[in-house]
């Protein structure tokens, strides 16, 4: 059988990436433009900013790609490319590259939802087996999708208002940190005591979440301090909100293999870079007797590596655009 090489173009957000990758399960070559140095002066990306270094980065990180590949174009057999969702303006700049090399070379121009793209990061680490329940958590996402073959996606439950990665940013904004303030908050929580008492987000029976109260009342609870002259100590604050939102993930998540009787799960997006989210992942499926998997570091942010992997599933599952395809800043994952 011939073996099939996808590019994947990202530019959903801040980060220009080009890739190209084997049978949807072996990555070639990687380029990935980073732009945190020049939002961190702003505390979080600005969309302007961000799409005009996308016009600028995507030509070279393309051309750099194909370079490291040792490729040319003619070996390439589709282009996969992230329409959506993100911000409107990055993701114009990527889907129009991708059509200018699908309309050049007449190669097939295959769209990729963004979180496909996060969820398919794991197929490079190994083969995906189903039924499976995907728990995508990033900047933007927090679901539970539940798949019952490849590009099958039924979404069971997701947040009702912040997005987990969102909140931890914003939690991080409060103390102080340097944007991106995730990781940190991650970090500071791992050598602190949870001695901040926290709501729970929303205790209820769905696959639902919520995490703007969780964030609200450590803003209430860091203002409430500061007025009263009291030091907040950042360490102590972060294990004592990492710990409930970790919670609240962990207590969804079991509901849903539970219910369903799913004994295969993968964590997706950024926050699966998160080390409590992944000690407590792998309590829980030990005590379940679930596989589980988790995508390396350079995986789990945004990367073309990713879209290109879902990009040949897609293909495999008859999917693609022609020169009319345009970008989404939102769209339902189906």
Same mark, same amino acid.
């Given at each position: ?23 949807? %399960? ?14 961190? =002066? ?22 750099? %790609? ?34 200018? *090399? ?45 798949? =019952? ?86 360490? =102590? ?39 409590? *989210? ?6 829980? %499926? ?13 995986? %789990? ?34």
């Amino acid at each position: 059988m011939k073996d099939t090489y996808i590019l994947g173009i990202e530019s959903s957000c801040d980060e220009t990436s080009c890739s190209i990758v084997k049978n949807g %399960c072996e990555e070639i070559a990687t380029i990935i433009s980073s732009q945190i140095d020049i939002h961190k =002066d702003y505390g979080g990306v600005v969309p302007e900013i961000a799409s005009r270094n996308h016009v600028k980065n995507v030509t070279f990180v393309i051309e750099e %790609c194909l370079e490291k590949a040792k490729m040319s174009m003619d070996e390439i057999d589709a282009i996969a490319i992230t329409y959506g969702p993100g911000l409107i303006g990055s993701l114009l700049v990527g889907v129009e590259a991708a059509k200018t *090399l699908s309309f050049i070379y007449d190669k097939p121009l295959i769209p990729v939802h963004h979180i496909a793209g996060h969820i398919y990061a794991n197929s490079l680490v190994k083969e995906m087996k189903f039924p499976l329940l995907a728990l995508v958590v990033s900047g933007g996402h927090t679901e539970l999708i539940k798949m =019952d073959k490849h590009y099958s996606f039924n979404k069971l439950g997701g947040t009702l208002d912040d997005a987990i990665g969102e909140c931890y940013d914003k939690v991080a904004r409060v103390i102080n940190l340097e944007y991106p303030g995730g990781p940190k908050v991650d970090k500071l929580a791992h050598i602190g005591k949870c001695s901040y008492k926290l709501p729970v987000p929303l205790k209820d029976d769905s696959y639902n979440f919520s995490f703007s109260g969780l964030k609200s009342a450590v803003i209430n609870l860091v203002h409430n301090e500061e007025q009263r002259g009291n030091p907040i100590i950042k360490e =102590d604050l972060a294990a004592s909100f990492q710990k409930v939102a970790i919670s609240e993930i962990i207590n969804k998540t079991k509901k849903a293999l539970e219910e369903g009787n799913i004994k295969n799960l993968i964590v997706a997006g950024g926050v699966a870079a998160n080390q409590g *989210l992944r000690e407590e992942v792998e309590k829980m %499926c030990s005590e379940l007797n679930v596989e589980y998997t988790f995508p390396p570091m350079k995986y %789990c942010t945004d990367n073309a590596a990713m879209i290109a992997a879902a990009g040949y599933f897609a293909m495999l599952d008859n999917r693609s655009a022609d020169l009319s395809l345009n970008s989404k800043s939102t769209d339902k994952l189906q």
